[in-house]
């Protein structure tokens, strides 16, 4: 019996190979991962003091750390970097604006008593809330924590004072330590 | 063409022995079953020729006479949809008679092929059916809702209209379809897809537990299900049906209607449609918001039989769109902390009949052509071409892109080619023998802007198979096959350099073709896989009441393509899904016992099985991986050996004629042996009990069914914890997602009011009330589980007209 499979597969082979040639696949073309996120860089700005960026960069594993004055108003600006092509560095920050009404950057700090307030240059939703890419943080007392910064895509709701409260889908959260002097 | 040439020498012939007194007191009894599938024949007429003594069968195609005188009598077998049998007997002691009728055609062949035997699909292994009554009854929901009320099958399911069949704890690839006597290719992309076919398109469905179906694959430790068609009449005739639904929760319904035209000389064609469509459902408390669901499917079939020669060309399109929970779509792991920790899905939204994103969308289009040729009355043969495309896309709800562009674009093109042929000796052993040869292309868009969740791949399958049966009587059987199949895959894959170096797949794979582009590898792999599957089974009748069954299966499955090749971040779970390319085939042996007691007031089924399986595929957490999400937990596809063992039982009492009640209950076992831990996602104990009312002639009847579905206590612990900030510090939560869910019951309630609208054509209206109590409950086997509670109670109409 194996003899007589043997020949079956030998004539079928050569018939499925036939089939084979005559339809050879195409190399497949490289995906552009069009969603990306691979960079978070916060900006922080002061009178009298010289402007402070850190960054957040896929794959790199460390982020800066941010030190800040006590008692000083920071004016925070975010951007959010599709760097996965060195040669072609695109900027999401622009998409985010334009969906404003989808999104949602938020701040969520660990032991540290920091004031976060709407800035004067934020972008707002149709509805006149800030999407706080430029905020305004008030810093108090010396000391050394964490933030966490979120970009939250369809929140439930625009308003609120915890990340819980915003639901939606997290599409950036990513951790820096503060030291406060 | 003299039909009844051929049907007679199919006749068994029994107990010929010479006469002995005149005594008109003999006994004759037997059963009237369907050559086709078995299944015994209610309402046949059975009368002896040239007298006045006839009798009706029994709802199990028994029939009895008494006070018979001995000698040459000519018994005849009738029924409407069939055509008559006539058998010229002698007696001269009570005897039993078994008749076998045709009324499919298409099957009359085997009439001369096995002429003395009444095999089913393959005789020793059992099967469970449901005829076109159940099936008419799950019309307007899937296949898995309808096999779900056979012992031993569950549902798995990853939306609340995304359900798959789960025999003994398995599925997807390890559970195959069978479809007009092809097996569905549409498992290969992985456990979030249901199979794309509608029932409405099929009057038959068995379900063959342990693989024993070699002929259409011997990769399925599971079992195989089983698709036919509607039977076909040789003659004149035009017939239909029209099944139409509706339904309270989901504001929705369907409708089908199938028409069917059959000639005497041999020629039929039939086409089908249906269409279904449903808004959100509706948990007991809450709406489900984007469960939404739309369904069309049409098939055409034109062929003609000759007895001897037949051909038959089928195409059937079968398209949908499911909506998946609104709140199910998950960012990172905070966020299903966040949905764990509420009782209330996070997002509720008014009912609509929309579906947004995260939806999938569906299209399988199948093409068959089948020709069979009786060269012989000892030998037939085959041929089958067949040809599927199967598309899916599916939405995600995306940042800065149109909500049109898909983040998966999938299409998967089947060719198969079947050569069959049987051929019966001397000895009662009846044989079956054929190729079949599998050419699969799978194509990934790459406009999708996603990374390809499967590549791009060609796969080959070449198999080659050798059944036997030997019955030597009616109360035993003997079966075994042997199948081997070569797997061949060529593959086009993307990997991350740093993927492709920490799995050390360099050097595992130094021969596959690597190409580089940027911080992407283009690579090439070249895979083979010989499987072999055996089974061999045993099959006897004890007495008039009792069978058993013993069976043992062999199969061998090679990895699927989503276990080798899949890549990138499932959104209802947040975790990174892997394949791995080093995976083996998975070997399974099992063996499956069945203890039947077919006849009385009391009848009941007893099916224990045990199967151990090697290089067990499965998908467990193997680390966490940090992104600019938060870390997420990455699980990957690796093996481990499995046991598993479990009993389906059944028992059905008759009160009365009018009263009947039936107890179905299953449990499955199953551990991984070199983890020392149960396997994830195996169906808890379930029960479900179904007291019935028919009311004399069959006017109508009353159905109450209870569910009972047990808390699974053995489950893996998968859990793993995230950092979140609270009151200004940071804590360390444990994410539970292996816990299941509690135990819980539900009742359904059906009256079905029954009718003739036409002679000979039953129609019916049913209304069904499922969940009646509303119970609040959540499934383990239900991916949605984690978020949102089950269906609440639905009320439905259903109206079947017959013509």
Not at chain 1, 165 to 175: C, K
Not at chain 2, 255 to 263: A, D, F, L, Y
Not at chain 2, 414 to 433: A, G, I, Q, R
Request: hydrophobic share 35%; aromatic share 12%; glycine share 6%.
């Amino acid at each position: 019996m194996k003899f007589f499979l043997n020949i079956q597969h030998k004539t079928l082979y050569v018939l499925l190979s036939l089939i084979i040639i005559s339809c050879s696949k195409e190399d497949p073309e490289p995906i552009n991962e069009e969603e990306l996120i691979t960079t978070v860089q916060l900006t922080f700005r002061a009178p009298g003091i010289t402007d402070q960026i850190v960054r957040w960069q896929e794959g790199s594993n460390n982020s800066d750390a941010i030190s800040l004055a006590a008692n000083t108003q920071y004016e925070v600006g975010i951007i959010f970097l599709d760097e996965s092509d060195p040669s072609d560095i695109e900027d999401i920050t622009e998409e985010v604006k334009e969906e404003a009404d989808e999104h949602q950057v938020f701040y969520e700090f660990s032991q540290l008593n920091i004031g976060l307030e709407q800035s004067s240059s934020d972008t707002l939703d149709s509805n006149q809330n800030p999407v706080y890419i430029n905020s305004l943080w008030n810093t108090s007392e010396v000391g050394s924590g964490t933030v966490r910064v979120y970009l939250i895509h369809e929140p439930v709701t625009k308003s609120s004072s915890t990340r819980d409260g915003f639901a939606g889908e997290t599409d950036v959260a990513v951790d820096f330590l503060i030291t406060i002097e | 063409m003299p039909l009844k040439f051929f049907i007679f020498p199919l006749i068994f012939l029994l107990c010929f022995k010479s006469i002995q007194a005149q005594n008109c007191n003999l006994k004759i009894s037997g059963i009237i079953k369907d050559l086709h599938d078995s299944s015994p024949i209610f309402g046949a007429v059975v009368r002896i020729n040239g007298s006045d003594i006839l009798t009706q069968t029994s709802e199990d195609g028994l029939y009895f006479f008494n006070q018979i005188c001995p000698g040459k009598l000519i018994f005849v077998v009738e029924h409407s949809n069939c055509n008559s049998v006539q058998r010229e007997v002698i007696l001269s002691e009570n005897t039993t008679l078994n008749f076998t009728l045709e009324h499919h055609i298409n099957e009359l062949e085997e009439i001369i092929i096995s002429d003395n035997t009444l095999k089913s699909l393959k005789g020793s292994t059992k099967e469970s059916r449901l005829n076109s009554d159940q099936i008419n009854k799950y019309s307007s929901q899937g296949l898995a809702d309808a096999l779900n009320t056979l012992a031993g099958v569950s549902t798995l399911k990853t939306g609340n209209s995304v359900a798959k069949p789960m025999i003994h704890g398995m599925y997807g690839s390890r559970v195959g379809i069978v479809a007009n006597g092809i097996r569905l290719q549409d498992q290969e992309w992985g456990a979030d897809h249901a199979p794309t076919i509608d029932l409405n398109s099929f009057e038959n469905i068995q379900l063959v537990k342990g693989a024993s179906a070699l002929k259409y694959g011997g990769d399925t430790p599971g079992g195989i299900i089983v698709l036919s068609p509607s039977k076909l009449i040789l003659k004149d005739s035009l017939f239909g049906q029209t099944i139409i639904n509706a339904s309270e929760n989901g504001r929705g319904g369907s409708i089908s209607t199938k028409i069917m035209k059959t000639t005497s000389d041999g020629y039929y064609v039939s086409s089908q449609f249906s269409g279904k469509q449903f808004g959100d459902l509706l948990a007991p408390e809450y709406i489900l918001s984007n469960t939404g669901v739309k369904q069309m499917n049409i098939s055409l079939k034109l062929g003609r039989s000759k007895i001897l020669s037949g051909w038959e060309v089928n195409y059937s399109r079968f398209q949908n769109e499911i909506g998946i929970l609104r709140g199910a779509h998950i960012g990172n792991i905070q966020d299903l902390l966040r949905a764990l920790k509420t009782d209330v899905p996070l997002r509720i939204d008014p009912f609509t009949y929309l579906i947004n994103s995260p939806k999938q969308e569906g299209v399988h289009q199948n093409f068959h052509f089948t020709y069979f040729n009786q060269t012989s009355n000892k030998a037939k043969w085959q041929l089958d071409y067949n040809y599927q495309a199967n598309t899916r896309k599916e939405f995600d709800i995306r940042r800065g892109i149109p909500a049109s562009t898909p983040a998966i674009d999938l299409k998967l093109q089947t060719h198969n080619f079947l050569v069959n042929l049987k051929w019966k000796t001397k000895f009662s052993m009846d044989y079956e023998w054929g190729v079949n040869g599998i050419l699969q292309d799978n194509y990934s868009n790459p406009n999708t802007g996603v990374k390809r969740l499967i590549p791009d791949y060609l796969r080959y399958q070449i198999g080659s198979y050798f059944l036997g049966a030997y019955s030597p009587s009616n109360s035993f059987s003997w079966d075994w096959g042997i199948r081997l199949d070569q797997n061949t895959w060529d593959v086009q894959k993307f990997y991350n350099v740093s993927d492709w170096e920490e799995r050390d797949y360099a050097v595992l794979f130094p021969d596959f073709d690597v190409q580089q582009f940027g911080n992407k590898l283009l690579v090439n792999p070249k895979l083979n896989f010989l499987t072999l599957a055996t089974q061999t089974g045993i099959s006897i009748i004890l007495g008039e009441q009792f069978s058993a069954s013993l069976t043992y299966v062999l199969s061998q499955r090679s990895p699927n393509a989503s276990e080798l090749f899949s890549d990138g971040l499932h959104h209802s779970l947040a975790t990174l899904e892997y394949g791995s390319l080093s995976l083996e085939k998975e070997i399974s042996n099992k063996i499956l016992l069945n203890f039947s007691k077919n006849k009385g007031r009391f009848k009941g089924t007893l099916e224990p099985y045990v199967s151990k399986i090697s290089n067990y595929i499965f998908i467990g957490p193997t680390g966490i991986e940090q992104t600019i999400r938060g870390a997420f937990p990455v699980w990957q596809y690796d093996t481990t050996n499995a046991s598993f063992w479990g009993v389906d039982a059944g028992v059905d009492y008759t009160f009365s004629e009018q009263f009947t009640f039936d107890i179905n209950a299953s449990y499955t076992y199953a551990q991984d042996l070199i983890n020392r831990e149960p396997l994830i996602s195996i169906p808890p104990f379930n029960s479900s009990q179904i007291l019935k009312y028919t009311s004399p002639k069959k006017k109508f009847d009353l159905e109450l069914v209870n569910h009972f579905v047990s808390f699974q206590n053995r489950f893996p612990e998968m859990n793993f914890t995230v950092n979140t900030l609270q009151d200004g510090l940071i804590i360390e939560e444990l994410v539970d997602i292996s816990t299941p869910p509690s135990a819980y019951q539900s009742i359904d309630f059906n009256f079905s009011l029954y009718f003739n609208l036409i002679k000979q054509s039953t129609s019916s209206i049913s209304f069904i009330v499922n969940n009646i109590t509303q119970t609040k409950y959540r499934d383990y086997l239900n991916r949605m589980r984690f978020y949102a509670d089950d269906i609440g109670r639905n009320f439905q109409l259903q109206f079947i007209f017959s013509y």
